[in-house]
Structures are given as C-alpha cells and as structure tokens.
C-alpha cells in the first residue's frame, strides 16, 4: 500500500533512498568534524575572532543539518509525485531557516562567547548584554517565521495591513506591554540596579535574577521568585543595598537603673574605644552617649557603621561587638536592665483578702 501511495516502481529505490538517509545519518559527526577543521584553518587566517565564534555557535546546527540533507535526497531519489516533490522541496527549505535561526540564536545568547567579547570591547555590563541578547533573539525569531511564512505563500504583508482593521483595539491591549517594555528600557539607561544586586521596592525586597522586555524577576530571602512588571518598577521607589558605601548599626543598650554614675561613665568611655579600635567599624561616625533615663533603665545610645555591606559580614561584625560590650559590662560590674513590674499594696486590708 506504501508502494502504492508514492508511486515507487521498485523497491530497490526505496532501499537505496534509506540507505541515503542512514549514510547522512550515522556519519554526520565524521562530515561536520571535516568540514569544522577545513572551515577553522579559514578562520585562523583572519584577525577577528568573531568568524570563529560564529563557526562554533553553528556546530549544532551543522549537524543537525546532515541529518535533514539526508533525509531530503532521500525522498529526492524516490520518483514521488510532483506536488509532493514542491511540498518536501518547501520543508526542506523551512528547516534550512530554521537552522540558520538556530546558529545566529545561539551566537546572540548573554552567555555566548560572542557576548562575553562585545562586554569586554564595549565595556558592557551584564545587563545591558542581556537585555540587547534578548532583542537580538527577539529580531531573529521574527525574521525566521516571516521568511517561513513566505516560503509557504502566507501573505505576510496581508496580516500587518489586517492589524490595521483593529488597531485601536491593539493599541489599547498592548498599552501594558508597551508601558513595560520602556519601563525595562529606562532601567536599562539610568541603570538603579544590575542582575545579581539586592535590592527593596514596596512589599518586595530580595536579589534581582532576572530581567526581561515584560519583567524583572527578584529572588527573595525566603528563596520565592517574585514577578514585578518593568512599569511598575520605572515608577516605584527602590532601595539598592548593594550599592551601600557602609552599613548602619543603631541601637539603645539599657543598664540597669541602681548602676552608679561612675560605673556608667566607665562603660560609655569603654564601649567608644572598643568602636574606634575595631577593624569592622568605620572609624568617621562613631556616636556612645548616656542618652536618657528610662522606666526601667538607664539608656545608651550606641549609633556606629560597619565597613562590610554584605549581610552576612554585617551580622558577624554586629555579633562580636555585642560580646564585647557584654565582656566590658561583666568586667566593671554593670548588669543589663531587665524589664519588669512592682506591685505595690497600700491597703492593708486588700493584703489580708488576699493572705487568705
């Protein structure tokens, strides 16, 4: 029935047609090896090594190529009717753009080696690289279905001008996309954050991983990953702590109120050195002062910055000075206030209610 249908007079062309196909098949490593060798001695003539990059952003390709060769001068030796003949001609083509699109989609990735270049030539940041990595992939697809498209006599001119029956309509659906799309092109100009910074916006706070035409993507401390449209940030208030030139220490360390002035005096002068002879601690603002009296005890005010920005350092740097200040407490004989109720009882008479 096969036989029948492709109109094949004899088996033996069906035989030599996938023995075709199998040959392309089995010894596509050995073709696209051979030809990688004669097209690498090309390119180390030349001094760009931009030809280079593109021969290995195309390896791929290439292989997949002798795989589809293959199979096309299969079923061209097959005596297959003519409409069949344009038809396999046609996707035989299609999967040729296909390819191509391929090759030059690999070459346009942020982690290519053709990115990594042009980051070191043009002294591109991250993400720049990657915004303009995503656009060129974004051209590339675009390209590739029209020229398909055209390939299989789909009016590609007839569909743009059919847009303008319902433009207005378009408009005002891609009004949120549009707005995202220059809210991602403003952040990629004035730049108030990079991938891999830390970062606060209202109600979101954690590592941006990710930035796209739509969207940025921030990793939370929580390790959820939070979705946040381009527009919305473009317009919102956002704290970069990654680019903090030091890190804030602030607090009030209570004593207890029965400590003699002396004693206190002693602890505040102690705590102050201690800041200023830390290695951790930016030595230009340091601020320990007996603040005030409070209802339980009696308040310093400790108010110092770190060198460290990373949370981590931080927190080791805040944890020794609590120690300190601790070991300085216990050598002069001063204890930590701890809050607590009297309750005193004027009426002798509620004391006897309650003795009973």
Known sequence: ??????????????????????????????????????????TSRTTSELDDKMLLAGEKPVRALFVILGLYLALLYLPLPPALDVFFSKVFRSLLVILIAWGFYDLCGRNSLLSEELKEKLNM?????????????????????????????????????????????????????????FGGIVIIMEKPFVIGDW????????????????????????????????STLANAAITNHSRMGKRRIDFSLGIAPETHGSKLETCVKRIKQMLVDHP?????????????????????????????????????????????????????????????????????????????
Request: proline content about 2%.
């Open 1 to 42: 029935m096969v036989i029948s249908i492709f109109n094949i007079k004899n088996l033996t062309h069906a035989i030599i047609a996938l023995l075709i196909f199998l040959t392309f098949l089995l010894l596509r490593k050995v073709f696209t090896r051979y030809i990688f060798t004669w097209l690498q001695k090309l």
């Open 125 to 181: 940041d991250n993400m720049l690289i990657h915004f303009f990595s995503n656009v060129a992939r974004f051209i590339i697809i675009a390209l590739a279905i029209v020229i398909v498209a055209q390939e299989w006599n789909y009016d590609v001119n007839g569909f743009i001008a059919g847009l303008g029956l319902g433009g207005l309509a378009f408009a005002l659906a891609a009004k949120d996309a549009l707005a995202n799309v």
């Open 199 to 230: 970062i606060a916006v209202p109600e979101v706070e954690g590592v941006v991983e990710n930035i796209s035409f739509r969207s940025t993507q921030i990793r939370s401390f929580s390790q959820a990953l939070i979705t946040i449209p381009n």
């Open 280 to 356: 951790g601690i930016h030595p230009e603002t340091i601020l320990v002062y007996f603040e005030s009296f409070g209802d339980h005890s009696l308040n310093i005010f400790i108010y110092c910055f770190t060198c460290t920005t990373i949370w981590s350092e931080y927190l080791e740097v805040r944890q020794d000075i609590n120690l300190k200040i601790m070991a300085i407490l216990e050598e002069e004989g001063v204890s930590i206030a701890i809050p607590g109720r009297s309750i005193r009882l004027e009426n002798v008479g509620v004391k006897t209610e309650i003795d009973r």
